[in-house]
């Protein structure tokens, strides 16, 4: 029966959906935006548990054994990951030490420790207390844990140094690259609505209709809920997260964000990101000039991935956000799907733009030879990891089923039809 079936609500344009059993590693889409909603996974708890603490171990193993050494004029320096982190606290800067912690080391082990706890309960049937926030917790680090990112900043700077010292792989990098593969592969096998539902069921079609309410969904855990439009305090029976039909002051925030991060552009570029004293002599780089070092070089591919990642990704998502800011408040109906696809693009490629301040943490833990190579982060860094950090924030508060309330308006419908 059609009104029997679980609902589901797009989180980009809010249409009503009734959830059907797919095969399995089929991915179900939303019919007006085409976002991906929901998919089907097989024994996706113990399969996701298993994953989690393979990850977990690796994680131990990498934050334990050194990462790279760096061998230069007989003088040798060893990396490790924390190491990273700790060399720009100790050169000053402490808040990208912060950051580089938080994302390479700290937000990683939260979000496995979160899953942890969730499914291993849930791989027996059974739920922990506090299950709800723990799992909520692990879906909000998601974007936030760059391990990914931080392995390919690594990379980077080993081909920068390359040319110049004897680079050793340590144990730690070996581990690092396969708790990555671990790490993606826990989330490709987990279906977090199996996990929600065993937890709470999900509402169905029919009984949600018959309401006759303006419907929500929960951002955190998709349960689908009669919520009227005056009720601003209300939360998810189901996970206790705020409930609301549209983020509020999305566009406000979302403005604020962007125009922080297009003024914090400006030092990011001009300042430089590190400087390279070799014997008494110093060299600062700004981002454009670390690009034109390594194609002087001849290092092509990696001139072209941090010219991608540090210049041009940032300025191509500030131009789409205030593209969809505009259309938002101009209230333009042309192309409601391709903007919400423009959106996803935007929140998905933002963190990659961290490659540039992981490469220099990396750098200034290893190139710290004395009198011989030091290489220490600038001011420029500092702009950078803030104005990657906004852009995100910003991606973060915008609203998307704001460009299909115009859709509606036009239409004149109140409620999107079910499925
Ligand atoms: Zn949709
Ligand atoms: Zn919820």
New binding site residues.
Partial sequence: MESERPACL??????LHGVRRLPSGVTA???????P?YRQRKDTAVRALALTVAALILFAVAHTFPFLTFSMEGNATTATILGSAFALYREGVWPLAAVVFAMASLFPLLKLMANLYTLLPAAMGRAAPGTHRMFATAARLRSWAMTEVYLLGVLVAYVKLSELATLTVGPALWAFGVLIVCMAAADNVLDPRAVWWRLGPQNRLGALLATRQPLAACHVCDQVVPLPAAVHDARCPRCGAMLHHRKPDALARTWALCLAAAILYIPANVLPVMTVTSFGRGESDTILSGVVTLIEAGMWPVAALVFFASITVPVLKLIGLFYLLLSVQLGWHARPRER?QLYRIIEQVGRWSMIDIFMIAILAVLVDLGEIARIEPGTGALAFAGVVILTMLASASFEPRLI?DNERKRHGKRRPAAA
Wanted: hydrophobic share 10%; proline share 0%; with cysteine.
């Fill in positions: 797009c989180h980009e344009c809010g249409t889409r939303c019919r007006t935006c085409g976002t909603l919400t299909w």
